[in-house]
C-alpha cells in the first residue's frame, strides 16, 4: 500500500499513540441514538461529504525509529471505515452494551487511519451509531464538534455548525496560545522541566527536589510540582487494580439539566460539582451494597480541563491538561459531599496542574517511550477514574434526515486506571456513561443505575432543608453552612 510524503505527529498526538496498552486501548468511542431507522446509504453520504472533508480522516500514523509521523493512505476506501452491523435477539441496550463492549476492546487497523463507524441497523426499532476514534487524533471536546460538524439542525437542513475552513492550516492564531497566553511563560517553563527530566531519566516524582530545583524561576509552578510530587495514593476500594482486557459498558438514563441547574443554583454549585458529587454517591453506594467500608475513602479522578476555544476544535489534535480531584466516597449525606466536591474543585480553580500535565505529555511524547511509559504509570497509580464532562448542544440534531435521540460517549483510560465516567449534555439532558475494567466492576450498569437516585437524593435532602437567606451560600460561609449538616439538612447559619 503506497502512501504520500509524511507529515510529522506533534508530541502530544505522539504520546497519546504510543500510550495504547492491551488492557487500556486509546480509542474514543461514542453512540448516538435514533428513534427511525436511518438509511445506510445517506449516512454514508453524509460521512464522505462532512467527515472526509478533515483531510486527517485520510491520513494513518506511522512510526520510523521512533518518531511519529501522518501518512496519507493512497487506497483509502470509506468501506473499510463505515460499517453494517446487526444486533442479536431483541436488539435493546443489553445487547447495543455488549457490541460496544467488544468494540472497546477491538485495535483499529494499524495499516488504515484508525477510526471506524458501526451503523446498527436494527436497535430498538431504530438506528444506532458507534464511533470508534483513537485518542492521537483528538480529544473529546473536538471529536464532538467534528461528529456536530455532521448534524443538521432539522430533517432536511440546514446544517447545525458552519463548515471550517477549507484551508485549515491557513486558519490564523495557534489555539493553544489564544487560550494560555497569560500563561504562555509558564507553559514554556512546563515543557522544558518535562524535557530535562525526561532527558536525564528521571521522572519527576521520583526526584521531587530535583523538580523544584529546575522550576525555581516560577514559585507557582514550583509548588504545583512539588504537590504533584508529594500526592499519595487514593484509598485501596475494589474499583483499583491491574486492569485485564475485557471491558464492559454502560449508561443511565439522562437527568434533567434544568434541574441539575436549579439544584445548583439553590444550593451554591456548579453543574459540574452537583455531577460530579452524583457520581461520587453511586460509587459509594456500589461499595456499600458489595459490604466494603467506605468510611473515610477517597477516590481520585483524572479531570481533563480543556485549554482551548470551541470554535478552534476542528484543528483537532489534543489540547488538554488534567488535574486530580479528590472524590469523598466517605461521605454519606449528599450536601455534605456537595460542598466537599465544590471545595476540592475550588482549590483547583487558577492551578497550573493542567498546563503542567500538557506540558509533561509534550516533552514524554518528545523523548523515548520508556521513559514515557514510566510518566504515564507514576501519574495513573494515584487516580482510581478518568471523568470528563463535555458541553453538547441544548437543541435537537438530525443525521441524514433522522433525529438524534441520545447522544453518549466512553472514554479511554491510560495506565493500570480501570475506570472511565463520561457526562455530555445535549438537548437539555444529562447523559452519563461509564466503562469498566470487568476483572475490577463487572457489573457498571449496577452503578450507574445509581446517578439518578443519588441526584434524587440530593433534590429531595435540599427540599427537605431549611432553605437559606441570601448569601448564606457565598463561599466563604460555605463551610458554616456544611457544619450544620449531620443528622439532618442544611442548617443556613445565622
Keep these: 500500500m503506497s502512501s504520500s510524503p509524511r507529515e510529522k505527529i506533534s508530541a502530544v498526538d505522539t504520546a497519546w499513540l504510543r500510550m495504547d496498552r492491551p488492557s ?176 536525564r531519566g528521571t521522572v519527576v516524582w521520583q526526584d521531587p527536589a530535583q523538580a523544584v530545583a529546575l522550576a525555581e524561576q516560577g514559585g507557582a509552578l514550583t509548588a504545583e510540582i512539588a504537590k504533584l510530587a508529594l500526592m499519595g495514593q487514593d484509598s485501596p476500594t475494589r474499583f483499583k487494580g491491574k486492569p485485564g482486557i475485557g471491558k464492559s ?118 523523548g523515548p517511550k520508556i521513559l514515557q511509559d514510566q510518566l504515564v504509570s507514576v501519574l495513573a497509580r494515584n487516580a482510581t477514574a478518568v471523568m470528563t464532562n463535555v458541553p453538547g448542544p441544548q437543541q435537537p440534531l438530525y443525521m441524514a434526515g433522522a433525529k438524534i435521540e441520545r447522544f453518549m460517549f466512553w472514554v479511554p483510560q491510560s495506565g493500570d486506571i480501570g475506570m472511565g465516567v463520561s457526562i455530555l449534555s445535549y438537548n437539555g439532558e444529562v447523559q452519563f456513561g461509564l466503562i469498566t475494567d470487568r476483572g475490577l466492576c463487572p457489573d457498571p450498569e449496577r452503578v450507574i443505575a445509581r446517578f439518578g437516585t443519588e441526584f434524587e437524593k440530593l433534590v429531595l435532602t435540599t427540599l427537605l432543608s431549611p432553605w437559606p437567606r441570601p448569601g448564606d451560600l457565598d463561599p466563604d460561609l460555605a463551610a458554616m453552612a456544611v457544619s450544620g449538616i449531620g443528622s439532618g439538612g442544611v442548617v443556613p447559619p445565622s
Excluded at 520510523?64 to 453494517?84: C, K, N, P, S
Excluded at 445487547?95 to 471506524?116: D, F, G, K, M, Y
Design 249 to 366: 459498558v454502560a449508561w443511565a438514563e439522562p437527568l434533567s439539566l434544568d434541574e441539575v441547574k436549579a439544584v445548583g443554583k439553590a444550593l451554591g454549585a456548579s453543574v459540574n460539582d452537583v455531577l460530579l458529587s452524583c457520581v461520587a454517591g453511586a460509587l459509594r453506594e456500589y461499595l456499600v451494597g458489595k459490604g466494603d467500608p467506605t468510611d473515610g475513602v477517597m477516590i481520585r479522578a483524572l479531570v481533563p480541563v480543556n485549554l482551548r476555544p470551541l470554535e478552534k476544535a476542528y484543528r483537532l489534535g489534543n489540547k488538554f491538561g488534567v488535574v486530580f480531584l479528590d472524590l469523598p466516597i466517605g461521605i454519606e449525606n449528599p450536601i455534605e459531599r456537595l460542598y466537599a466536591v465544590r471545595a476540592n474543585m475550588g482549590t483547583l480553580k487558577g492551578s497550573f496542574q493542567p498546563v503542567l500535565t500538557l506540558g509533561l505529555l509534550a516533552a514524554a511524547g518528545a
Design 24 to 199: 487500556n486501548l486509546m480509542m474514543i468511542c461514542g453512540v448516538m441514538l435514533f428513534r427511525d431507522r436511518v438509511r445506510f446509504e445517506r449516512l454514508k453520504a453524509v460521512m464522505e461529504k462532512r467527515w472526509m472533508r478533515f483531510r486527517r480522516f485520510r491520513q494513518r500514523p506511522a512510526q520510523v525509529l521512533g518518531v511519529a509521523y501522518w501518512e496519507t493512505v493512497a487506497d483509502f476506501d470509506i468501506d473499510d471505515h463505515v460499517v453494517r452491523v446487526a444486533l442479536p435477539g431483541k436488539a435493546g441496550r443489553k445487547e447495543l452494551q455488549a457490541l460496544v463492549s467488544r468494540l472497546a476492546i477491538t485495535p483499529l487497523n494499524p495499516a488504515r487511519p484508525l477510526w471506524q463507524y458501526h451503523f446498527v441497523e436494527n436497535f430498538d426499532g431504530g438506528s444506532a451509531l458507534i464511533a470508534r476514534v483513537h485518542h492521537c487524533y483528538a480529544d473529546g471536546i473536538a471529536l464532538v464538534q467534528v461528529l456536530l460538524s455532521m448534524t443538521d439542525a432539522g430533517r432536511t437542513g440546514p446544517p447545525a455548525m458552519s463548515p471550517p475552513p477549507k484551508n485549515l492550516r491557513a486558519a490564523r492564531n495557534d489555539l493553544l496560545r489564544e487560550m494560555t497566553q497569560p500563561l504562555s511563560g509558564v507553559m514554556k517553563l512546563a515543557l522544558k522541566v518535562g524535557a530535562a527530566l525526561l532527558e
